[in-house]
Every structure is written in structure tokens, then in C-alpha cells.
């Protein structure tokens, strides 16, 4: 039995140098997560602040009206299909897969995030905005540095959430025939047929990964605890 | 009497279709301790509000430097308010940041002075009032009254013009109540110009130089403390002097 494991190791992994379909796989995941991390962070901050804004001050009344168009059709159809749909529209002005899926994935996050911040937003008390302006801050200052960072601690873990969600829902990628972690491990499976070993891999790697974000989340949340409050209302 | 700080004339404001402030008029000198007593609903917070612009008044004029602020742009409401102090009922502390930066963040943010400067300042102010230990401590690990205390300072910090003090010991524990009232009369001792909401009627009777009864959104009564307290002239005052009395009077007898 473990000379059985060992030869299909060495078929799905070391033969062919197919390891590196894993390796090249995961770098392929990464790049995408994280820029799309980053890239629905900034969509989801703008979005946020627009529909709380709006909300409080029925100011912006048509980005309003662009955000939650936004946030109705991003939530409301299948990543996969979005993803397609942005591969096809764009593929002639941008030919880098990697750059097509950084852009759908960080486009569908944000709409997820913006609703995270924003409920962020709305959990800080009345009085730190007033207690900002009347210390003669802006409004856009007050929310940058006082709003802002209070709502984003409250926000954090379920942001993590979201980041999470997000690492794992790059695996479809395969769908714009760009090879990722998951199409990778297929593509072994497909060359070797062998169907376990390539396949429970890959999951060991995704499992790996959103463990090691885990951590990091977990060790940013402490830090962000450490220097002030867990409340939200400091008068409590 | 000394310079017009404040001139307000006409002061209205509405809350949808509740008017709340029903045409407001007076002066506020320079080195005058103002303070509004009255029913709640009576308006008080609001026109307090209204002074620095966190509330837009519906109508009505406030001059402050020589400019109607009621109708001046949102740049020149942000100058404005930032050399007018305020401390609220809640403190409004900025939970995530330590003592110190709640202090030096308006003058480093609105007036452009740097750190090291704007924290020699703020440490000589948060001596002043007994908490320059807790300079690297964070709100909540503060009791309400060295909560109410910073706040002061963070609005001094300012170097305002007029402070502004919306009901500053009614969250507090009784106990706490003296320190942030003896923060007060040291300011007002030392010329500060103030305008002060409050329930104490203590602090009202020996430190206001004016007391301003306001009423279902007028202002029913004012004069020195001596005038409203000694001969209260309208029915309504003397009404509400009797019920806070009381209280005065049971508070004396727990202590």
C-alpha cells in the first residue's frame, strides 16, 4: 500500500516535473486573491461611504442611485457568470487572464465588502462624527480618521470572512482557461487519472492557506483590540 | 461690556415639521459665562447646537468674527467651528486613539502644527487638569469624569474663542460631577467665554454671569443669577425653579 502511494506520488507530482502545475497554480491563486482583496477593499470603501453618506445626508443622490444598481446586480447574479461575462467583454482591450479575473473578483467583492463596511460605518455613535466637526474637522476627515478606522475594527472579522470566501471562489478561474491552484490539480488528474491524490492536495493547499489568513486576521484583530476600546459607544 | 462674541438674532430652527427653536435673540459677550437652564424640550441643546453649526438653523442670523456663519459656505463652518470648543454629555471621546492623540489630533488635522508642538501643549494642558499620567492611556480605560476632563482639553487645544457645553455632568456619577464643575469654573475664572447647558443649579447661581431660561423654544427669561433665582418673574420659571430646588434640597440631604 505505501508503494502504491509512492508511485502515484511520483506519476502526479514528480513525473514531467508536474508539480509544478501545483506551484505555478498557486501562485496564480494568490495573485488574483490578494489583488482582488485589495482591489474590493478600495471599491468598498468609496461604495460604502457613498450609501452612508447618502443615507444620513441625502447627498449623492446619483452615485447613490449607481451604487445600489451595483450592489443588485453583483449579489443578485453567480460569480461564474460574472466572471465569463467580464472575460468576453474585455478580452480583446486586456489579453492577461490574470488581470480579467483580478478585475471580475475584486469588482464581486467589493459589492460584499461595501455592505460590510458600511454596516461598519453605521455601528460608530452620532457623537464621534459630531465630536469631529466640532473640533472643526471636514467631513470627509472626521469619517478617514475617526469614523473609518473605529468601523473597520467592529468589521473585522467579518471582512476576514469575506477574504476567505474570496481565496476559495478563485478556483473557478479554470472557467477563463486560466490555471490556477484548482485547474492545476485537474489538469495532473487529467494527464495521470489519478483522481485522489492530485485532488485532496489541492484542498490540503487551499486548507492551508485560509488557515495561515486565519492567523494573520486573528493576530491584526488582537493588535487592533489592544489600542482601544472593544466598545463602540466610548460612554458606555 | 465687553466685545460681542456672538450675535444671534432671530434663531429658528425645525426638525421636519417640529419647530424646536422658535426666534432666538441675544448677545454674547466676550468673558461672559452664559448658562441655559430650562425644561428638556425647551430647546437649550439645540440653540447650543445651532451656535456652532451642528445644527443648521432653519432661519435666523448668528454673527461670529463679523461673518453671518448661518450662511456661510462649508469651509468657512469648519474654520469656524474649530475655534469654538464643544463638550457633549457623552464625552465623545475617540475610543481608538490613546489621550494624547485625542488632543493633538484637531491641531495637527486643522491647524497644520506638528507633533512635537501640538504634544508639549496638550501634556501642559492635561496637567492642568490632573491627567498628564494618562496621556498614553485610552478612553475607556478612563472614569467618566477624566473622560469629561480630556474633552475639555481636547477643546482647548484648540485655543477656541467660545467653549461650549452641552449638559458636561449629566452622564456622570454623582461622585464625579465636582471635578469636571471645578475644570469649569477654573476656565471661567480665567476669562474663557462659555456658554453652558446644564442642570446644576449650583454651578449656575455662582459662576454664570447670565442665565437664560429657555422655554418651548423661546427664550422665557433672562438676567443675572441673582435676578432669576432671587425674583423669578414668569409663573413657568418659578415652576421649574421649585421642582429642580427640590431635588437640590433631597441631594443636599443624601450628602
Sequence with gaps: ??????????????????YDYLLSGLGITLEVALSAIVLGLAIGFLVAV????????????FLNALARIYLTVIRGTPMVVQLLITYYIIRR?????????????????GAYQAEIIRAGIASIDAGQMEAGRALGLSYWRTMLRIILPQAVR??????????????????????????DLAKGGDIIRSQTYSVYLPYLTVAAIYLVLVMTFTWLLSKLERRLRKTGADVVRNDL | ????????????????????????????????????????????????????LLEQPTEGSIVFNGIDIVAADEKTKNKVRSEMGM????????????????VTLAPRLVRGVDRATAE????????????????????????????????????????PKVMLFDEPTSALDPEMVGEVLDVMKDLAKNGMTMVVVTHEMRFARDVASRVLFLEGGHIAEEGSPKELFGAPKSSRLKEFLGKVELTEVRQDKDL
Design chain 2, 1 to 52: 461690556m465687553n466685545e460681542a462674541l456672538l450675535k444671534i438674532d432671530g434663531l429658528k430652527k425645525s426638525f421636519g415639521r417640529l419647530e424646536v427653536l422658535k426666534g432666538l435673540t441675544t448677545t454674547i459677550a466676550e468673558g461672559e459665562v452664559v448658562v441655559m437652564i430650562g425644561p428638556s424640550g425647551g430647546g437649550k441643546s439645540t440653540f447650543l447646537r445651532c451656535m456652532n
Design chain 2, 120 to 159: 508639549r501643549k496638550a501634556m501642559e494642558l492635561l496637567g492642568r487638569v490632573g491627567l498628564a499620567e494618562k496621556a498614553k492611556a485610552y478612553p475607556q480605560q478612563l472614569s467618566g469624569g477624566q473622560k469629561q476632563r480630556v474633552a475639555i482639553v481636547r477643546s482647548l487645544a484648540m485655543e
Design chain 1, 50 to 61: 457613498v450609501r452612508s453618506t447618502h443615507d444620513k445626508y441625502g447627498k449623492f443622490p
Design chain 2, 87 to 102: 463638550v457633549f454629555q457623552h464625552f465623545n471621546l475617540f475610543p481608538h486613539l490613546s489621550i494624547l492623540d485625542n
Design chain 1, 154 to 179: 467592529n468589521v473585522l472579522p467579518a471582512l476576514g470572512n469575506e477574504f476567505i470566501v474570496l481565496m476559495k471562489d478563485t478556483s473557478i478561474v479554470g472557467y477563463i482557461a486560466l490555471i
Design chain 1, 1 to 18: 500500500m505505501i508503494q502504491g502511494f509512492l508511485d502515484d506520488f511520483q506519476l502526479c507530482f514528480v513525473k514531467n516535473g508536474r
Design chain 1, 93 to 109: 482591450s486586456i489579453d492577461s487572464k490574470v488581470l480579467i479575473a483580478i478585475l471580475a473578483f475584486g469588482i464581486n467583492s
